[in-house]
Each structure stands twice: as structure tokens, then as C-alpha cells.
């Protein structure tokens, strides 16, 4: 197969990784217009293996800065540390996933992860660390890393099966299997400068390869990929880059693995104390729950005691105005009795003969008188 025969899967997970507007640093017009992305990536073809859960405490995800000069910076959320080489091989100087490394125009910086791979950053560069999967029990690595300017030049050993290596910059993709190259990101242009070894370079939309040996490079602008080769000025560049670069010292290996080996200690120390104030906090909640129980019976209880007290009130009001009905009742047929008492003691106010006599007269009266 094709050392560079996998651009299918390559663009599916460059895909994911394309520039963004909130987190793509200042740039001209032109390279706003022409900004699409740059791959380099460097892999033995033969299927991806999951590394996650096989990483051990002596893996470092990431990269170790072994030299700095000038204005080193790096990035991780809103919080930003400056690098001196007071700093060097401690956890401040370390470029770990999602991290960004920031150098100004007198900056520059060495960087080695423990695969061997050898990094320099060079002045008014910005580098993202994507992601970095390492498991060097099995020299197995992955890593992807996004440039969004200046300059890297990377320094990378024959990938073992499985491996990758992958860069992203502005218009182009490239693949090797290992080599020692120079990749520039420079107003919107890209250009892939090869020392040693190949590199197949595509454009953004993976339509077209070119496979550029060592002594050639690539430029990549407008989905156009132009190879020609090197000039004195392009050998004298790589020659200043690639020279000297620091790698990671006895002592310098020695301190990263007392850094990991605390961050083992501290991160088992730190899960021991979340487990015990998950215990705790259980322990609250029940508690909690036994008094909310509590007040709710005792609340029950008191309303219970209320309505019996409200139905007695009821009741003793019930009694009473039924009480006081009867007795009004009563009241009034005793009056009603009396009444009707009183009217037949009474005597009539005319006797019988008066009556008789009343009527005799008015017969006897003449019509007219």
C-alpha cells in the first residue's frame, strides 16, 4: 500500500479541527479570504487504535519544553503563563491537549514529546496542541496540532503501526512517514519545505497530491499546490531550524517523571477526598431527608390536631344554634298559647239584647228620616 493512501479518514478528523472564527488570531484580509487548512501529518497507514484507557502514569499527553528564548506563552483557557527558562521541565512548561503556545517576534522554543518527536517553534508563531495520545509501552502516539501562524519545524522518527503525527495550518494537507521538515504559515500562504524524507501534499479539499522528496517543497495558496525546489535561502532556513535543537536531558526526563508521578499521588489523593465527601454529603442528604420526614409527620400531626379542634368548634356552634332555636320555638308557641288565653277571658263588647234592640230600631225608622 501506498505509504500516504489514507486521505479519506485523514479529512474526516481534519474536518473536525477547521479554523473558527472565535479562536483564529488576527489576520489580514487576505488570509481571512483564503483561510482554509493545512495538514502535515506523518503515519504508517494501517488503522487507528484506541490508546485512551492504556496510558500510564509514565506517559506524558502532551509536549515538554526543553528550551525557550525570547517571549514564550502559553495558553489554556483564560489563563495565561509565560515561559522563562527558570521554568523549564516543571508542570508550567508543559504544551498538554487543548493548551496554546504563543511566541513574539524575539520568541522561540524547543519542544520533545516522549515518542522522540522534536518540535521548534519559531518567532510571532501560534500553535494549538489539539490532541496528544501517548502509550510508549507500545510506541503508539497520536497527535495533531494546529498552527495558526509563523513557523514549526518538526523533527519526526519512522512511525511505528498505528501512529500519527498531523498538523494543521492554512491551505494545504500533507502526509510522511517520517522526515525532518519546515512548515510556514505566512499571510494566508502555506508552504511545506522538505530537509529529508517525503511528504504528500494535498489541497484543502483533498483533490489534489503532490509528493514533495527531500530538496523540494510545496506552496499551497488558492487550492493550487506548486512544487519546485529548494533554494539556498530555503536550505539555509532549514539548516538554522533544524540544527541544535534541545532535546530532553537525563535530569530534565528524571523531573518530568516526578511531575507525573505526583500528579498520580495527588490525583488518587484527590479521588480518595471526592469518595469521602460523597459519603459525607450521602450521610447529609439522609439526614436531611429523616428531619424534612420528621417535620412533614410533625406538620401532619398539627394540622390533624387543628381540624379535630375546628370540628369540636363546629359542633359546640351546631349545639348552640340548634340549642337556641329550640328555645326560641318554644318561646314563641308559649306566647302564641298565652295569646289565645288572654282572648277568650276577654268578654264580648255587646251582650245579645243590646243586639236584638239595635236591630228593632233601625225597622221601625220611616224611609226618608
Same mark, same amino acid.
Given at each position: 500500500?501506498?505509504?500516504?493512501?489514507?486521505?479519506?479518514?485523514?479529512? @474526516?478528523?481534519?474536518?473536525?479541527?477547521?479554523?473558527?472564527?472565535?479562536?483564529?488570531?488576527?489576520?489580514?484580509?487576505?488570509?481571512?479570504?483564503?483561510?482554509?487548512? !493545512?495538514?502535515?501529518?506523518?503515519?504508517?497507514?494501517?488503522?487507528?487504535?484506541?490508546?485512551?484507557?492504556?496510558?500510564?502514569?509514565?506517559?506524558?499527553?502532551?509536549?515538554?519544553?526543553?528550551? /525557550?528564548?525570547?517571549?514564550?506563552?502559553?495558553?489554556?483557557?483564560?489563563?495565561?503563563?509565560?515561559?522563562?527558562?527558570?521554568?523549564?521541565?516543571?508542570?508550567?512548561?508543559?504544551?498538554?491537549?487543548?493548551?496554546?503556545?504563543?511566541?513574539?517576534?524575539?520568541?522561540?522554543?524547543?519542544?520533545?514529546?516522549?515518542?522522540?518527536?522534536?518540535?521548534?517553534?519559531?518567532?510571532?508563531?501560534?500553535?494549538?496542541?489539539?490532541?496528544?495520545?501517548?502509550?510508549?509501552?507500545?510506541?503508539?502516539?497520536?497527535? !495533531? +496540532?494546529?498552527?495558526?501562524?509563523?513557523?514549526?519545524?518538526?523533527? /519526526?522518527?519512522?512511525?511505528?503501526?498505528?501512529?500519527?503525527?498531523? !498538523?494543521? &495550518?492554512?491551505?494545504?494537507?500533507?502526509?510522511?512517514?517520517?522526515?525532518?521538515? !519546515?512548515?510556514?504559515?505566512?499571510?494566508? =500562504?502555506?508552504?511545506?519545505?522538505?530537509?529529508?524524507?517525503?511528504?504528500?501534499?494535498?489541497?484543502?479539499?483533498?483533490?489534489? =497530491?503532490?509528493? /514533495?522528496?527531500?530538496?523540494?517543497?510545496?506552496?499551497?495558496?488558492?487550492?493550487?499546490?506548486?512544487?519546485?525546489?529548494?533554494?539556498?535561502?530555503?536550505? %539555509?532556513?532549514?539548516?538554522?531550524?533544524?540544527?541544535? *535543537?534541545?532535546?530532553? &536531558? =537525563? #535530569?530534565?526526563? #528524571?523531573? +518530568?517523571?516526578?511531575?507525573?508521578?505526583?500528579?498520580?499521588?495527588?490525583?488518587?489523593?484527590?479521588?480518595?477526598? *471526592?469518595?469521602?465527601? @460523597?459519603?459525607?454529603?450521602?450521610?447529609? *442528604?439522609?439526614?436531611?431527608?429523616?428531619?424534612?420526614? @420528621?417535620? *412533614?409527620?410533625? #406538620?401532619?400531626?398539627?394540622?390533624?390536631?387543628?381540624?379535630?379542634?375546628?370540628? =369540636?368548634?363546629?359542633?359546640?356552634?351546631?349545639?348552640? +344554634?340548634?340549642?337556641?332555636?329550640?328555645?326560641?320555638?318554644? %318561646?314563641?308557641?308559649?306566647?302564641?298559647?298565652?295569646? +289565645?288565653?288572654?282572648? @277568650?277571658?276577654?268578654?264580648?263588647?255587646?251582650?245579645?239584647?243590646?243586639?236584638?234592640?239595635?236591630?228593632?230600631?233601625?225597622?221601625?225608622?220611616?224611609?226618608?228620616?
Amino acid at each position: 500500500m501506498h505509504p500516504f493512501l489514507f486521505q479519506t479518514d485523514l479529512k @474526516k478528523q481534519i474536518d473536525g479541527r477547521r479554523f473558527s472564527e472565535s479562536d483564529r488570531p488576527m489576520k489580514s484580509n487576505v488570509l481571512r479570504r483564503r483561510a482554509a487548512a !493545512l495538514a502535515v501529518t506523518f503515519a504508517l497507514v494501517t488503522g487507528v487504535i484506541a490508546c485512551k484507557d492504556k496510558a500510564t502514569p509514565a506517559d506524558l499527553q502532551g509536549a515538554i519544553l526543553t528550551a /525557550v528564548s525570547g517571549q514564550v506563552t502559553l495558553i489554556k483557557g483564560d489563563t495565561k503563563t509565560t515561559v522563562t527558562a527558570d521554568k523549564l521541565y516543571s508542570k508550567e512548561a508543559m504544551l498538554l491537549s487543548g493548551m496554546i503556545l504563543e511566541t513574539g517576534k524575539d520568541g522561540k522554543v524547543d519542544m520533545q514529546f516522549q515518542t522522540g518527536t522534536q518540535l521548534r517553534v519559531g518567532p510571532s508563531s501560534r500553535i494549538k496542541l489539539e490532541n496528544a495520545q501517548v502509550l510508549t509501552g507500545e510506541n503508539f502516539s497520536q497527535t !495533531l +496540532i494546529r498552527i495558526d501562524s509563523g513557523s514549526l519545524y518538526t523533527k /519526526v522518527n519512522r512511525l511505528e503501526k498505528g501512529s500519527s503525527f498531523s !498538523l494543521i &495550518t492554512p491551505t494545504a494537507t500533507a502526509s510522511v512517514r517520517g522526515t525532518d521538515f !519546515l512548515t510556514k504559515v505566512e499571510e494566508g =500562504e502555506s508552504s511545506v519545505l522538505v530537509q529529508d524524507g517525503a511528504v504528500a501534499v494535498t489541497d484543502d479539499e483533498f483533490k489534489k =497530491e503532490e509528493v /514533495v522528496e527531500g530538496g523540494n517543497k510545496a506552496e499551497v495558496d488558492n487550492a493550487s499546490v506548486d512544487v519546485k525546489p529548494l533554494d539556498e535561502e530555503d536550505k %539555509k532556513e532549514l539548516q538554522e531550524y533544524g540544527s541544535n *535543537i534541545q532535546g530532553i &536531558t =537525563e #535530569q530534565g526526563r #528524571q523531573q +518530568i517523571n516526578s511531575i507525573l508521578q505526583t500528579f498520580e499521588e495527588n490525583k488518587a489523593e484527590i479521588m480518595k477526598a *471526592i469518595e469521602g465527601q @460523597k459519603e459525607a454529603n450521602k450521610e447529609l *442528604i439522609e439526614g436531611q431527608k429523616e428531619n424534612n420526614r @420528621k417535620l *412533614i409527620e410533625g #406538620q401532619l400531626e398539627s394540622n390533624r390536631q387543628l381540624m379535630e379542634q375546628q370540628k =369540636e368548634r363546629d359542633r359546640e356552634a351546631k349545639e348552640a +344554634i340548634e340549642s337556641q332555636g329550640k328555645e326560641d320555638v318554644k %318561646k314563641n308557641v308559649e306566647e302564641g298559647r298565652q295569646g +289565645i288565653e288572654e282572648q @277568650k277571658s276577654q268578654k264580648p263588647t255587646n251582650t245579645q239584647s243590646e243586639t236584638q234592640s239595635e236591630l228593632d230600631r233601625i225597622k221601625q225608622q220611616k224611609p226618608g228620616n
